[in-house]
Structures are given as structure tokens and as C-alpha cells.
């Protein structure tokens, strides 16, 4: 049996566990769906907010099309549904391996 500096092999076996429940909820905290979905959905809302009442200048430029109200709710759309298949298909941790006994 081996001296870990004082450390007993439960202890390093504890300390392990916790670093992979820290890693697992580190992975679903900064999932990118999580972060490119917001993103979207926010900017989203502004732009659609922008293209709600365009002006005669906007849709001339755009030959009358409402170019804002259209990419607004197009990115509206993809926001939700990256925040969507994020909460169908979360992140699964890493399956935890057992440690090997050393006999």
C-alpha cells in the first residue's frame, strides 16, 4: 500500500468524485447550445423589436421587404431551437470509471 503524503486512498478516491461532479456541471454550464441560443434568441428580439416599424428608407433599401422583421424571427427561431434541443438531449457526464484494486 502506497503513502499519498498523507493522504488515505478514500480520500483521494473522494477528492476525485468531487472534480468530476465539478467537471460534469462545468460541461452544462458552458454547453455552446446554451451560449449561441441565447445569443440568438436576444438578438433575435432586438431585431425584430427593429422591424416592427421600418421606415420608408428601410424598405426602400431592402425593395420592400422587411428585412429586419424577417432575420429577427428567423434568428428568434434558431435560438429556440438550440435552447430546445439542449433541454431534449442535456450532456451526459462521462461515465465514472471504478478504480482497479491492486492486490
Request: no cysteine; proline share 6%; net charge negative.
Amino acid at each position: 500500500m502506497s503513502d499519498h503524503h498523507g493522504y488515505s486512498e478514500k480520500d483521494v478516491q473522494r477528492e476525485v468524485s468531487e472534480l468530476e461532479a465539478q467537471s460534469a456541471t462545468a460541461a452544462r454550464i458552458f454547453d455552446l447550445r446554451r451560449i449561441i441560443g441565447g445569443l440568438f434568441v436576444v438578438y433575435g428580439i432586438i431585431v425584430t423589436i427593429a422591424g416592427i416599424n421600418p421606415s420608408d428608407a428601410d424598405l426602400d433599401k431592402a425593395e420592400g421587404v422587411n428585412i429586419n422583421l424577417w432575420t429577427g424571427l428567423g434568428m428568434l427561431l434558431l435560438g429556440i431551437f438550440f435552447l430546445a434541443w439542449l433541454k431534449l438531449r442535456p450532456v451526459v457526464p462521462p461515465p465514472v470509471q471504478a478504480p482497479k484494486d491492486e492486490e
